[in-house]
């Protein structure tokens, strides 16, 4: 990463401007290093006329994208920023994201309700069609509401006058559920909060949470009319002197009307939470042996001295449905850029595949799990995505060079940040693992064939080891055989070597018990040449050995007899 940020430094020239997604700066608190990295799949402006280091960070996640090592907080800083942001409408208008529902009654028109985000969560890219939003067991939903209530116009006919006026209006009420149980309730907020806690994972099926509100107006309906009124009056007695006296009445009623409309915004989740269980065994030098499994995706393990990481890496990326916001008016709508951009977690099976670190001290030993298709990504997310079929890390066997054997200070590392739990050590099986002692002998030899017998046992108690019962075997000469119950095996073959070679390749300690160590061993067949090889080795030890014995005492004493022939 840092060479491309250095050659892009470099860079001369320019390109068109494109919509401007993401934003074109930090904000929210989210510091300018993380900010570049979350914009997966987003092509923005690029601007070559400053060469500082944030600006080259900012073309090279222009350019590609950069994959994440953990599920980044930054995430969530910045959607709780983005929600605070949302723009808020009057009453004769109603301002929704692309993919919203919207429910009419009869008053209040265009009533929709978001999720801006749902946090901490993370989308598993597991195939093309298996791609669950897994949740924390405890966390919140940010969401924002908005309607627009349709005031009927005044109208008039005759002496009769109909008028409405409106009288309040609110979010009567916003619940959070989970498969309709309320978790959380609040009322009167457009833009409300709701959080859940220990929620219960159970198995790994998918779960509705919904988010609900209430929304309420009252109108008030006015019935006017006016009628003219005339009285006849006598004035002195007399019906000569009558006149008319005529003037208007106007009388009204009223009556309230009131309508609410229930609007959801539902997703499907899993609930991720860790209770993994495995193996773990010390190595005859001491290091540790750990497997460790879970029945759905999970990122890998943090030992004493390194990690070991699984499949699955992350990206960051903008939700699609906030790139524009659509208003509604009682003559129309209109579209409009969104000034909010809420991001999302995901993770994807990289093509690296599982890896240890520091590799010096960490080992892979096994990756197992559920194989499938691999998911194609998102066409402008630029990673490095597994292709065609590949195995989940579900279960990930390893070893360390450690004398820290203490599960409990270990971190199994999930897919949804804040999730990590340490081991629990009563989840862990105990294996016992030895070393084992291959040996080879001549059973019988001609001028042309060759007999070798390899005996194998355990090297701290002698037990045989038949490899027929158990995972492993022996490869004599190139020539793959089973031990016996007495853990012996034979092997006739052309006799055209002088050297014997054998080896034994164990099963993996944790799917055998007692677990065994591999072993290799070695032996002559008397050919010509090793015959002088021996011989002249045999002679040369014991010499060199008494040179070197008489070549010290006379170091260390005054007899100064060194060298042996210095009076020849």
């Known amino acids: 990463m840092l060479l491309a940020v250095a050659v892009l430094s470099l860079a001369v020239g320019s390109t068109a401007p494109s919509e401007a997604h993401p934003p074109n700066e930090t904000d929210h608190g989210v510091n300018e290093s993380t900010f570049w990295t979350l914009w997966a799949g987003d092509n923005d402006s690029r601007d070559l006329s400053e060469t500082n280091t944030m600006e ?3 073309l090279l996640t222009d350019g590609t994208d950069v994959p994440l090592d953990r599920p980044p907080r930054a995430v969530e800083t910045w959607n709780t920023g983005e929600h605070s942001e949302v723009p808020q409408t009057g009453t004769d208008a109603a301002t929704h994201p692309q993919d919203t529902t919207l429910s009419d009654g009869a008053y209040l028109q265009d009533v929709g309700i978001s999720m801006v985000a749902l946090q901490p969560s993370t989308r598993a890219h597991l195939s093309e069609r298996v791609q669950p939003l897994y949740i924390a067991p405890e966390g919140e939903a940010h969401g ?4 627009r209530i349709d005031v009927p116009e005044t109208r008039s006919s005759g002496s009769r006058t109909i ?15 989970l498969d309709g149980e309320v ?5 009167r907020d457009t833009t409300p909060t709701l959080r859940y806690t220990d929620l219960e994972v159970g198995s790994d099926s998918e779960r509705q949470l919904t988010l609900e509100a209430t929304v309420s107006t009252t109108l008030r309906r006015t019935v006017i009319t006016e009628e003219d009124t005339c009285t006849d009056t006598q004035t002195n007695g007399t019906a000569q002197n009558t006149t008319e006296d005529c003037r208007t009445v106007r009388s009204s009623s009223s009556t309230l009307h009131d309508d609410s409309v229930t609007v959801r915004d539902t997703r499907q989740v899993r609930i ?10 010390e190595y ?38 906030w790139d524009t916001l659509t208003t509604y008016r009682s003559d129309g709508s209109t579209t409009a850029h969104s000034p909010v951009h809420p991001l ?18 960490t080992s892979l030993l096994d990756v197992y799990g559920e194989t499938q298709q691999a998911p194609s990504l998102p066409a402008q997310v630029e990673l490095d995505a597994i292709e065609g079929r590949y195995t989940g890390s579900f279960g990930i066997a390893t070893r360390a060079e ?26 862990f099986s105990s294996v016992p693992l030895s070393e084992s002692n291959l040996t080879l002998e001549i059973a019988d030899r001609t001028d042309e064939r060759l007999s070798v017998r390899a005996r194998l046992s355990a090297n701290d108690t002698g037990e045989p080891i038949e490899t027929a019962s158990r995972e492993g075997y022996l490869v004599v000469a190139g020539e793959t055989v089973e031990t016996n119950e007495s853990g012996i095996a034979s092997v006739t073959f052309s006799r055209s070597e002088d050297a014997v070679s054998a080896r034994y390749v164990p099963g993996y300690w944790w799917r055998n018990v007692p677990g065994y160590t591999g072993d290799t061993a070695v032996i002559h067949t008397g050919g010509t040449v090793l015959q002088y090889v021996d011989a002249l080795f045999r002679g040369f030890v014991p010499v060199a050995a008494l040179l070197l014995g008489g070549y010290i005492i006379s170091r260390l004493t005054s007899w100064h007899f060194w060298p042996p022939w210095r009076g020849l």
Do not use: C
Request: net charge positive; hydrophobic share 35%.
């Open 144 to 147: 924002v509401i908005d309607y």
């Open 284 to 321: 005859p030098d001491g290091d540790l042996g750990l497997v460790t499994y879970k029945s759905h995706p999970w990122y890998g393990v943090s030992l004493p001295n390194g990690e070991v990481r699984g499949v699955w890496r992350f990206y960051s990326a903008r939700n699609p449905a």
């Open 183 to 187: 978790l959380d309730e609040t009322r």
């Open 56 to 58: 080259s960070l900012k």
């Open 163 to 177: 008028q409405w006026d409106l009288r309040s209006h609110e979010v009567a009420s916003v619940r959070l559920r």
């Open 402 to 427: 450690t004398t820290n054997h203490n599960l409990s200070q270990m971190e199994i590392i999930g897919l949804v940040r804040g999730t990590n739990r340490s081991l629990d050590p009563e989840k």
């Open 344 to 361: 999302q977690v995901h993770a994807y099976p990289i093509a690296t595949g599982p890896t240890p670190w520091p590799r010096a001290t």
């Open 272 to 281: 991720y939470a860790f209770v993994v269980s495995g193996f773990k065994t």
